[in-house]
Structure formats: structure tokens, C-alpha cells
């Protein structure tokens, strides 16, 4: 059932979600792969200069562990998502409690 429900809700708030061409990961037709493939042609394109090239990466993983939902809601509120969609969300990701399971143990 949650299936069917995110992919309603989807269908209706995609004319409210954009998002930058330079974000490659959870976006429909843009894999990281595309991310990695563009990576390695500007490399080859500056070293083909003859050019140094110098990169920076950050692990921002941690990040998507602290998602604060309020900032996310005002932020859906400001792109004039229908409010009902977001009150649907925010029951949702406020109430939700999460485990898992591996063999027969559960986390707390």
C-alpha cells in the first residue's frame, strides 16, 4: 500500500519538485553513473590541455541521516504544493518508526 501511495503522491507533486541539472541521484533518468561519466570527460578534457586538475569530494552521507522535516515542509509550502499532500507527508514522516530485521532478530 505504501507503493501505490507514493507513487500517487508523486504524480501529483512533480509540477511542485524541481531540482538543479547538476543533481544526478534520486532523479528520474539521472543515474550517478552519469555523475561519474561527466567527472571522467572534464578530467580527460583538462589533462588533454595539458592543464592540472584538482578535486575536492565530500562524503555527505551523514547528512541524509538528519533531514529536518519542518524546513523540508515550509520549503513545499513555499513551491505551493496543495496542502493536503504535505499534511499527508507529515503524518507520515512524523509518526513512522522504523526497524529491521535480519534472520530472526529485530532492532529496537
Known amino acids: 500500500l505504501t507503493k501505490v501511495l507514493e507513487s500517487l503522491i508523486l ?7 524541481s531540482s538543479s541539472d547538476h ?7 539521472h ?3 552519469m555523475c561519474v561519466y561527466a ?3 572534464i578530467v580527460r578534457y583538462y589533462l588533454s ?3 592540472p586538475v584538482f578535486a575536492c569530494f565530500m562524503d555527505a552521507s551523514k547528512a541524509f541521516d538528519k533531514l529536518n522535516y519542518f524546513t523540508l515542509f515550509e520549503k513545499l ?3 505551493k504544493m496543495p496542502v493536503l499532500i504535505i499534511r499527508i507527508l507529515f503524518y507520515w514522516y512524523c509518526t513512522q518508526q522504523i526497524r529491521v ?3 530472526s532478530a529485530m532492532s529496537n
Open 11 to 17: 504524480c501529483k507533486a512533480a509540477s511542485f519538485l
Open 23 to 29: 543533481q544526478f541521484g534520486f532523479k528520474s533518468h
Open 31 to 33: 543515474s550517478t553513473d
Open 39 to 41: 567527472l571522467k570527460e
Open 49 to 51: 590541455k595539458s592543464t
Open 77 to 79: 509550502l513555499k513551491r
Open 101 to 103: 530485521k535480519w534472520g
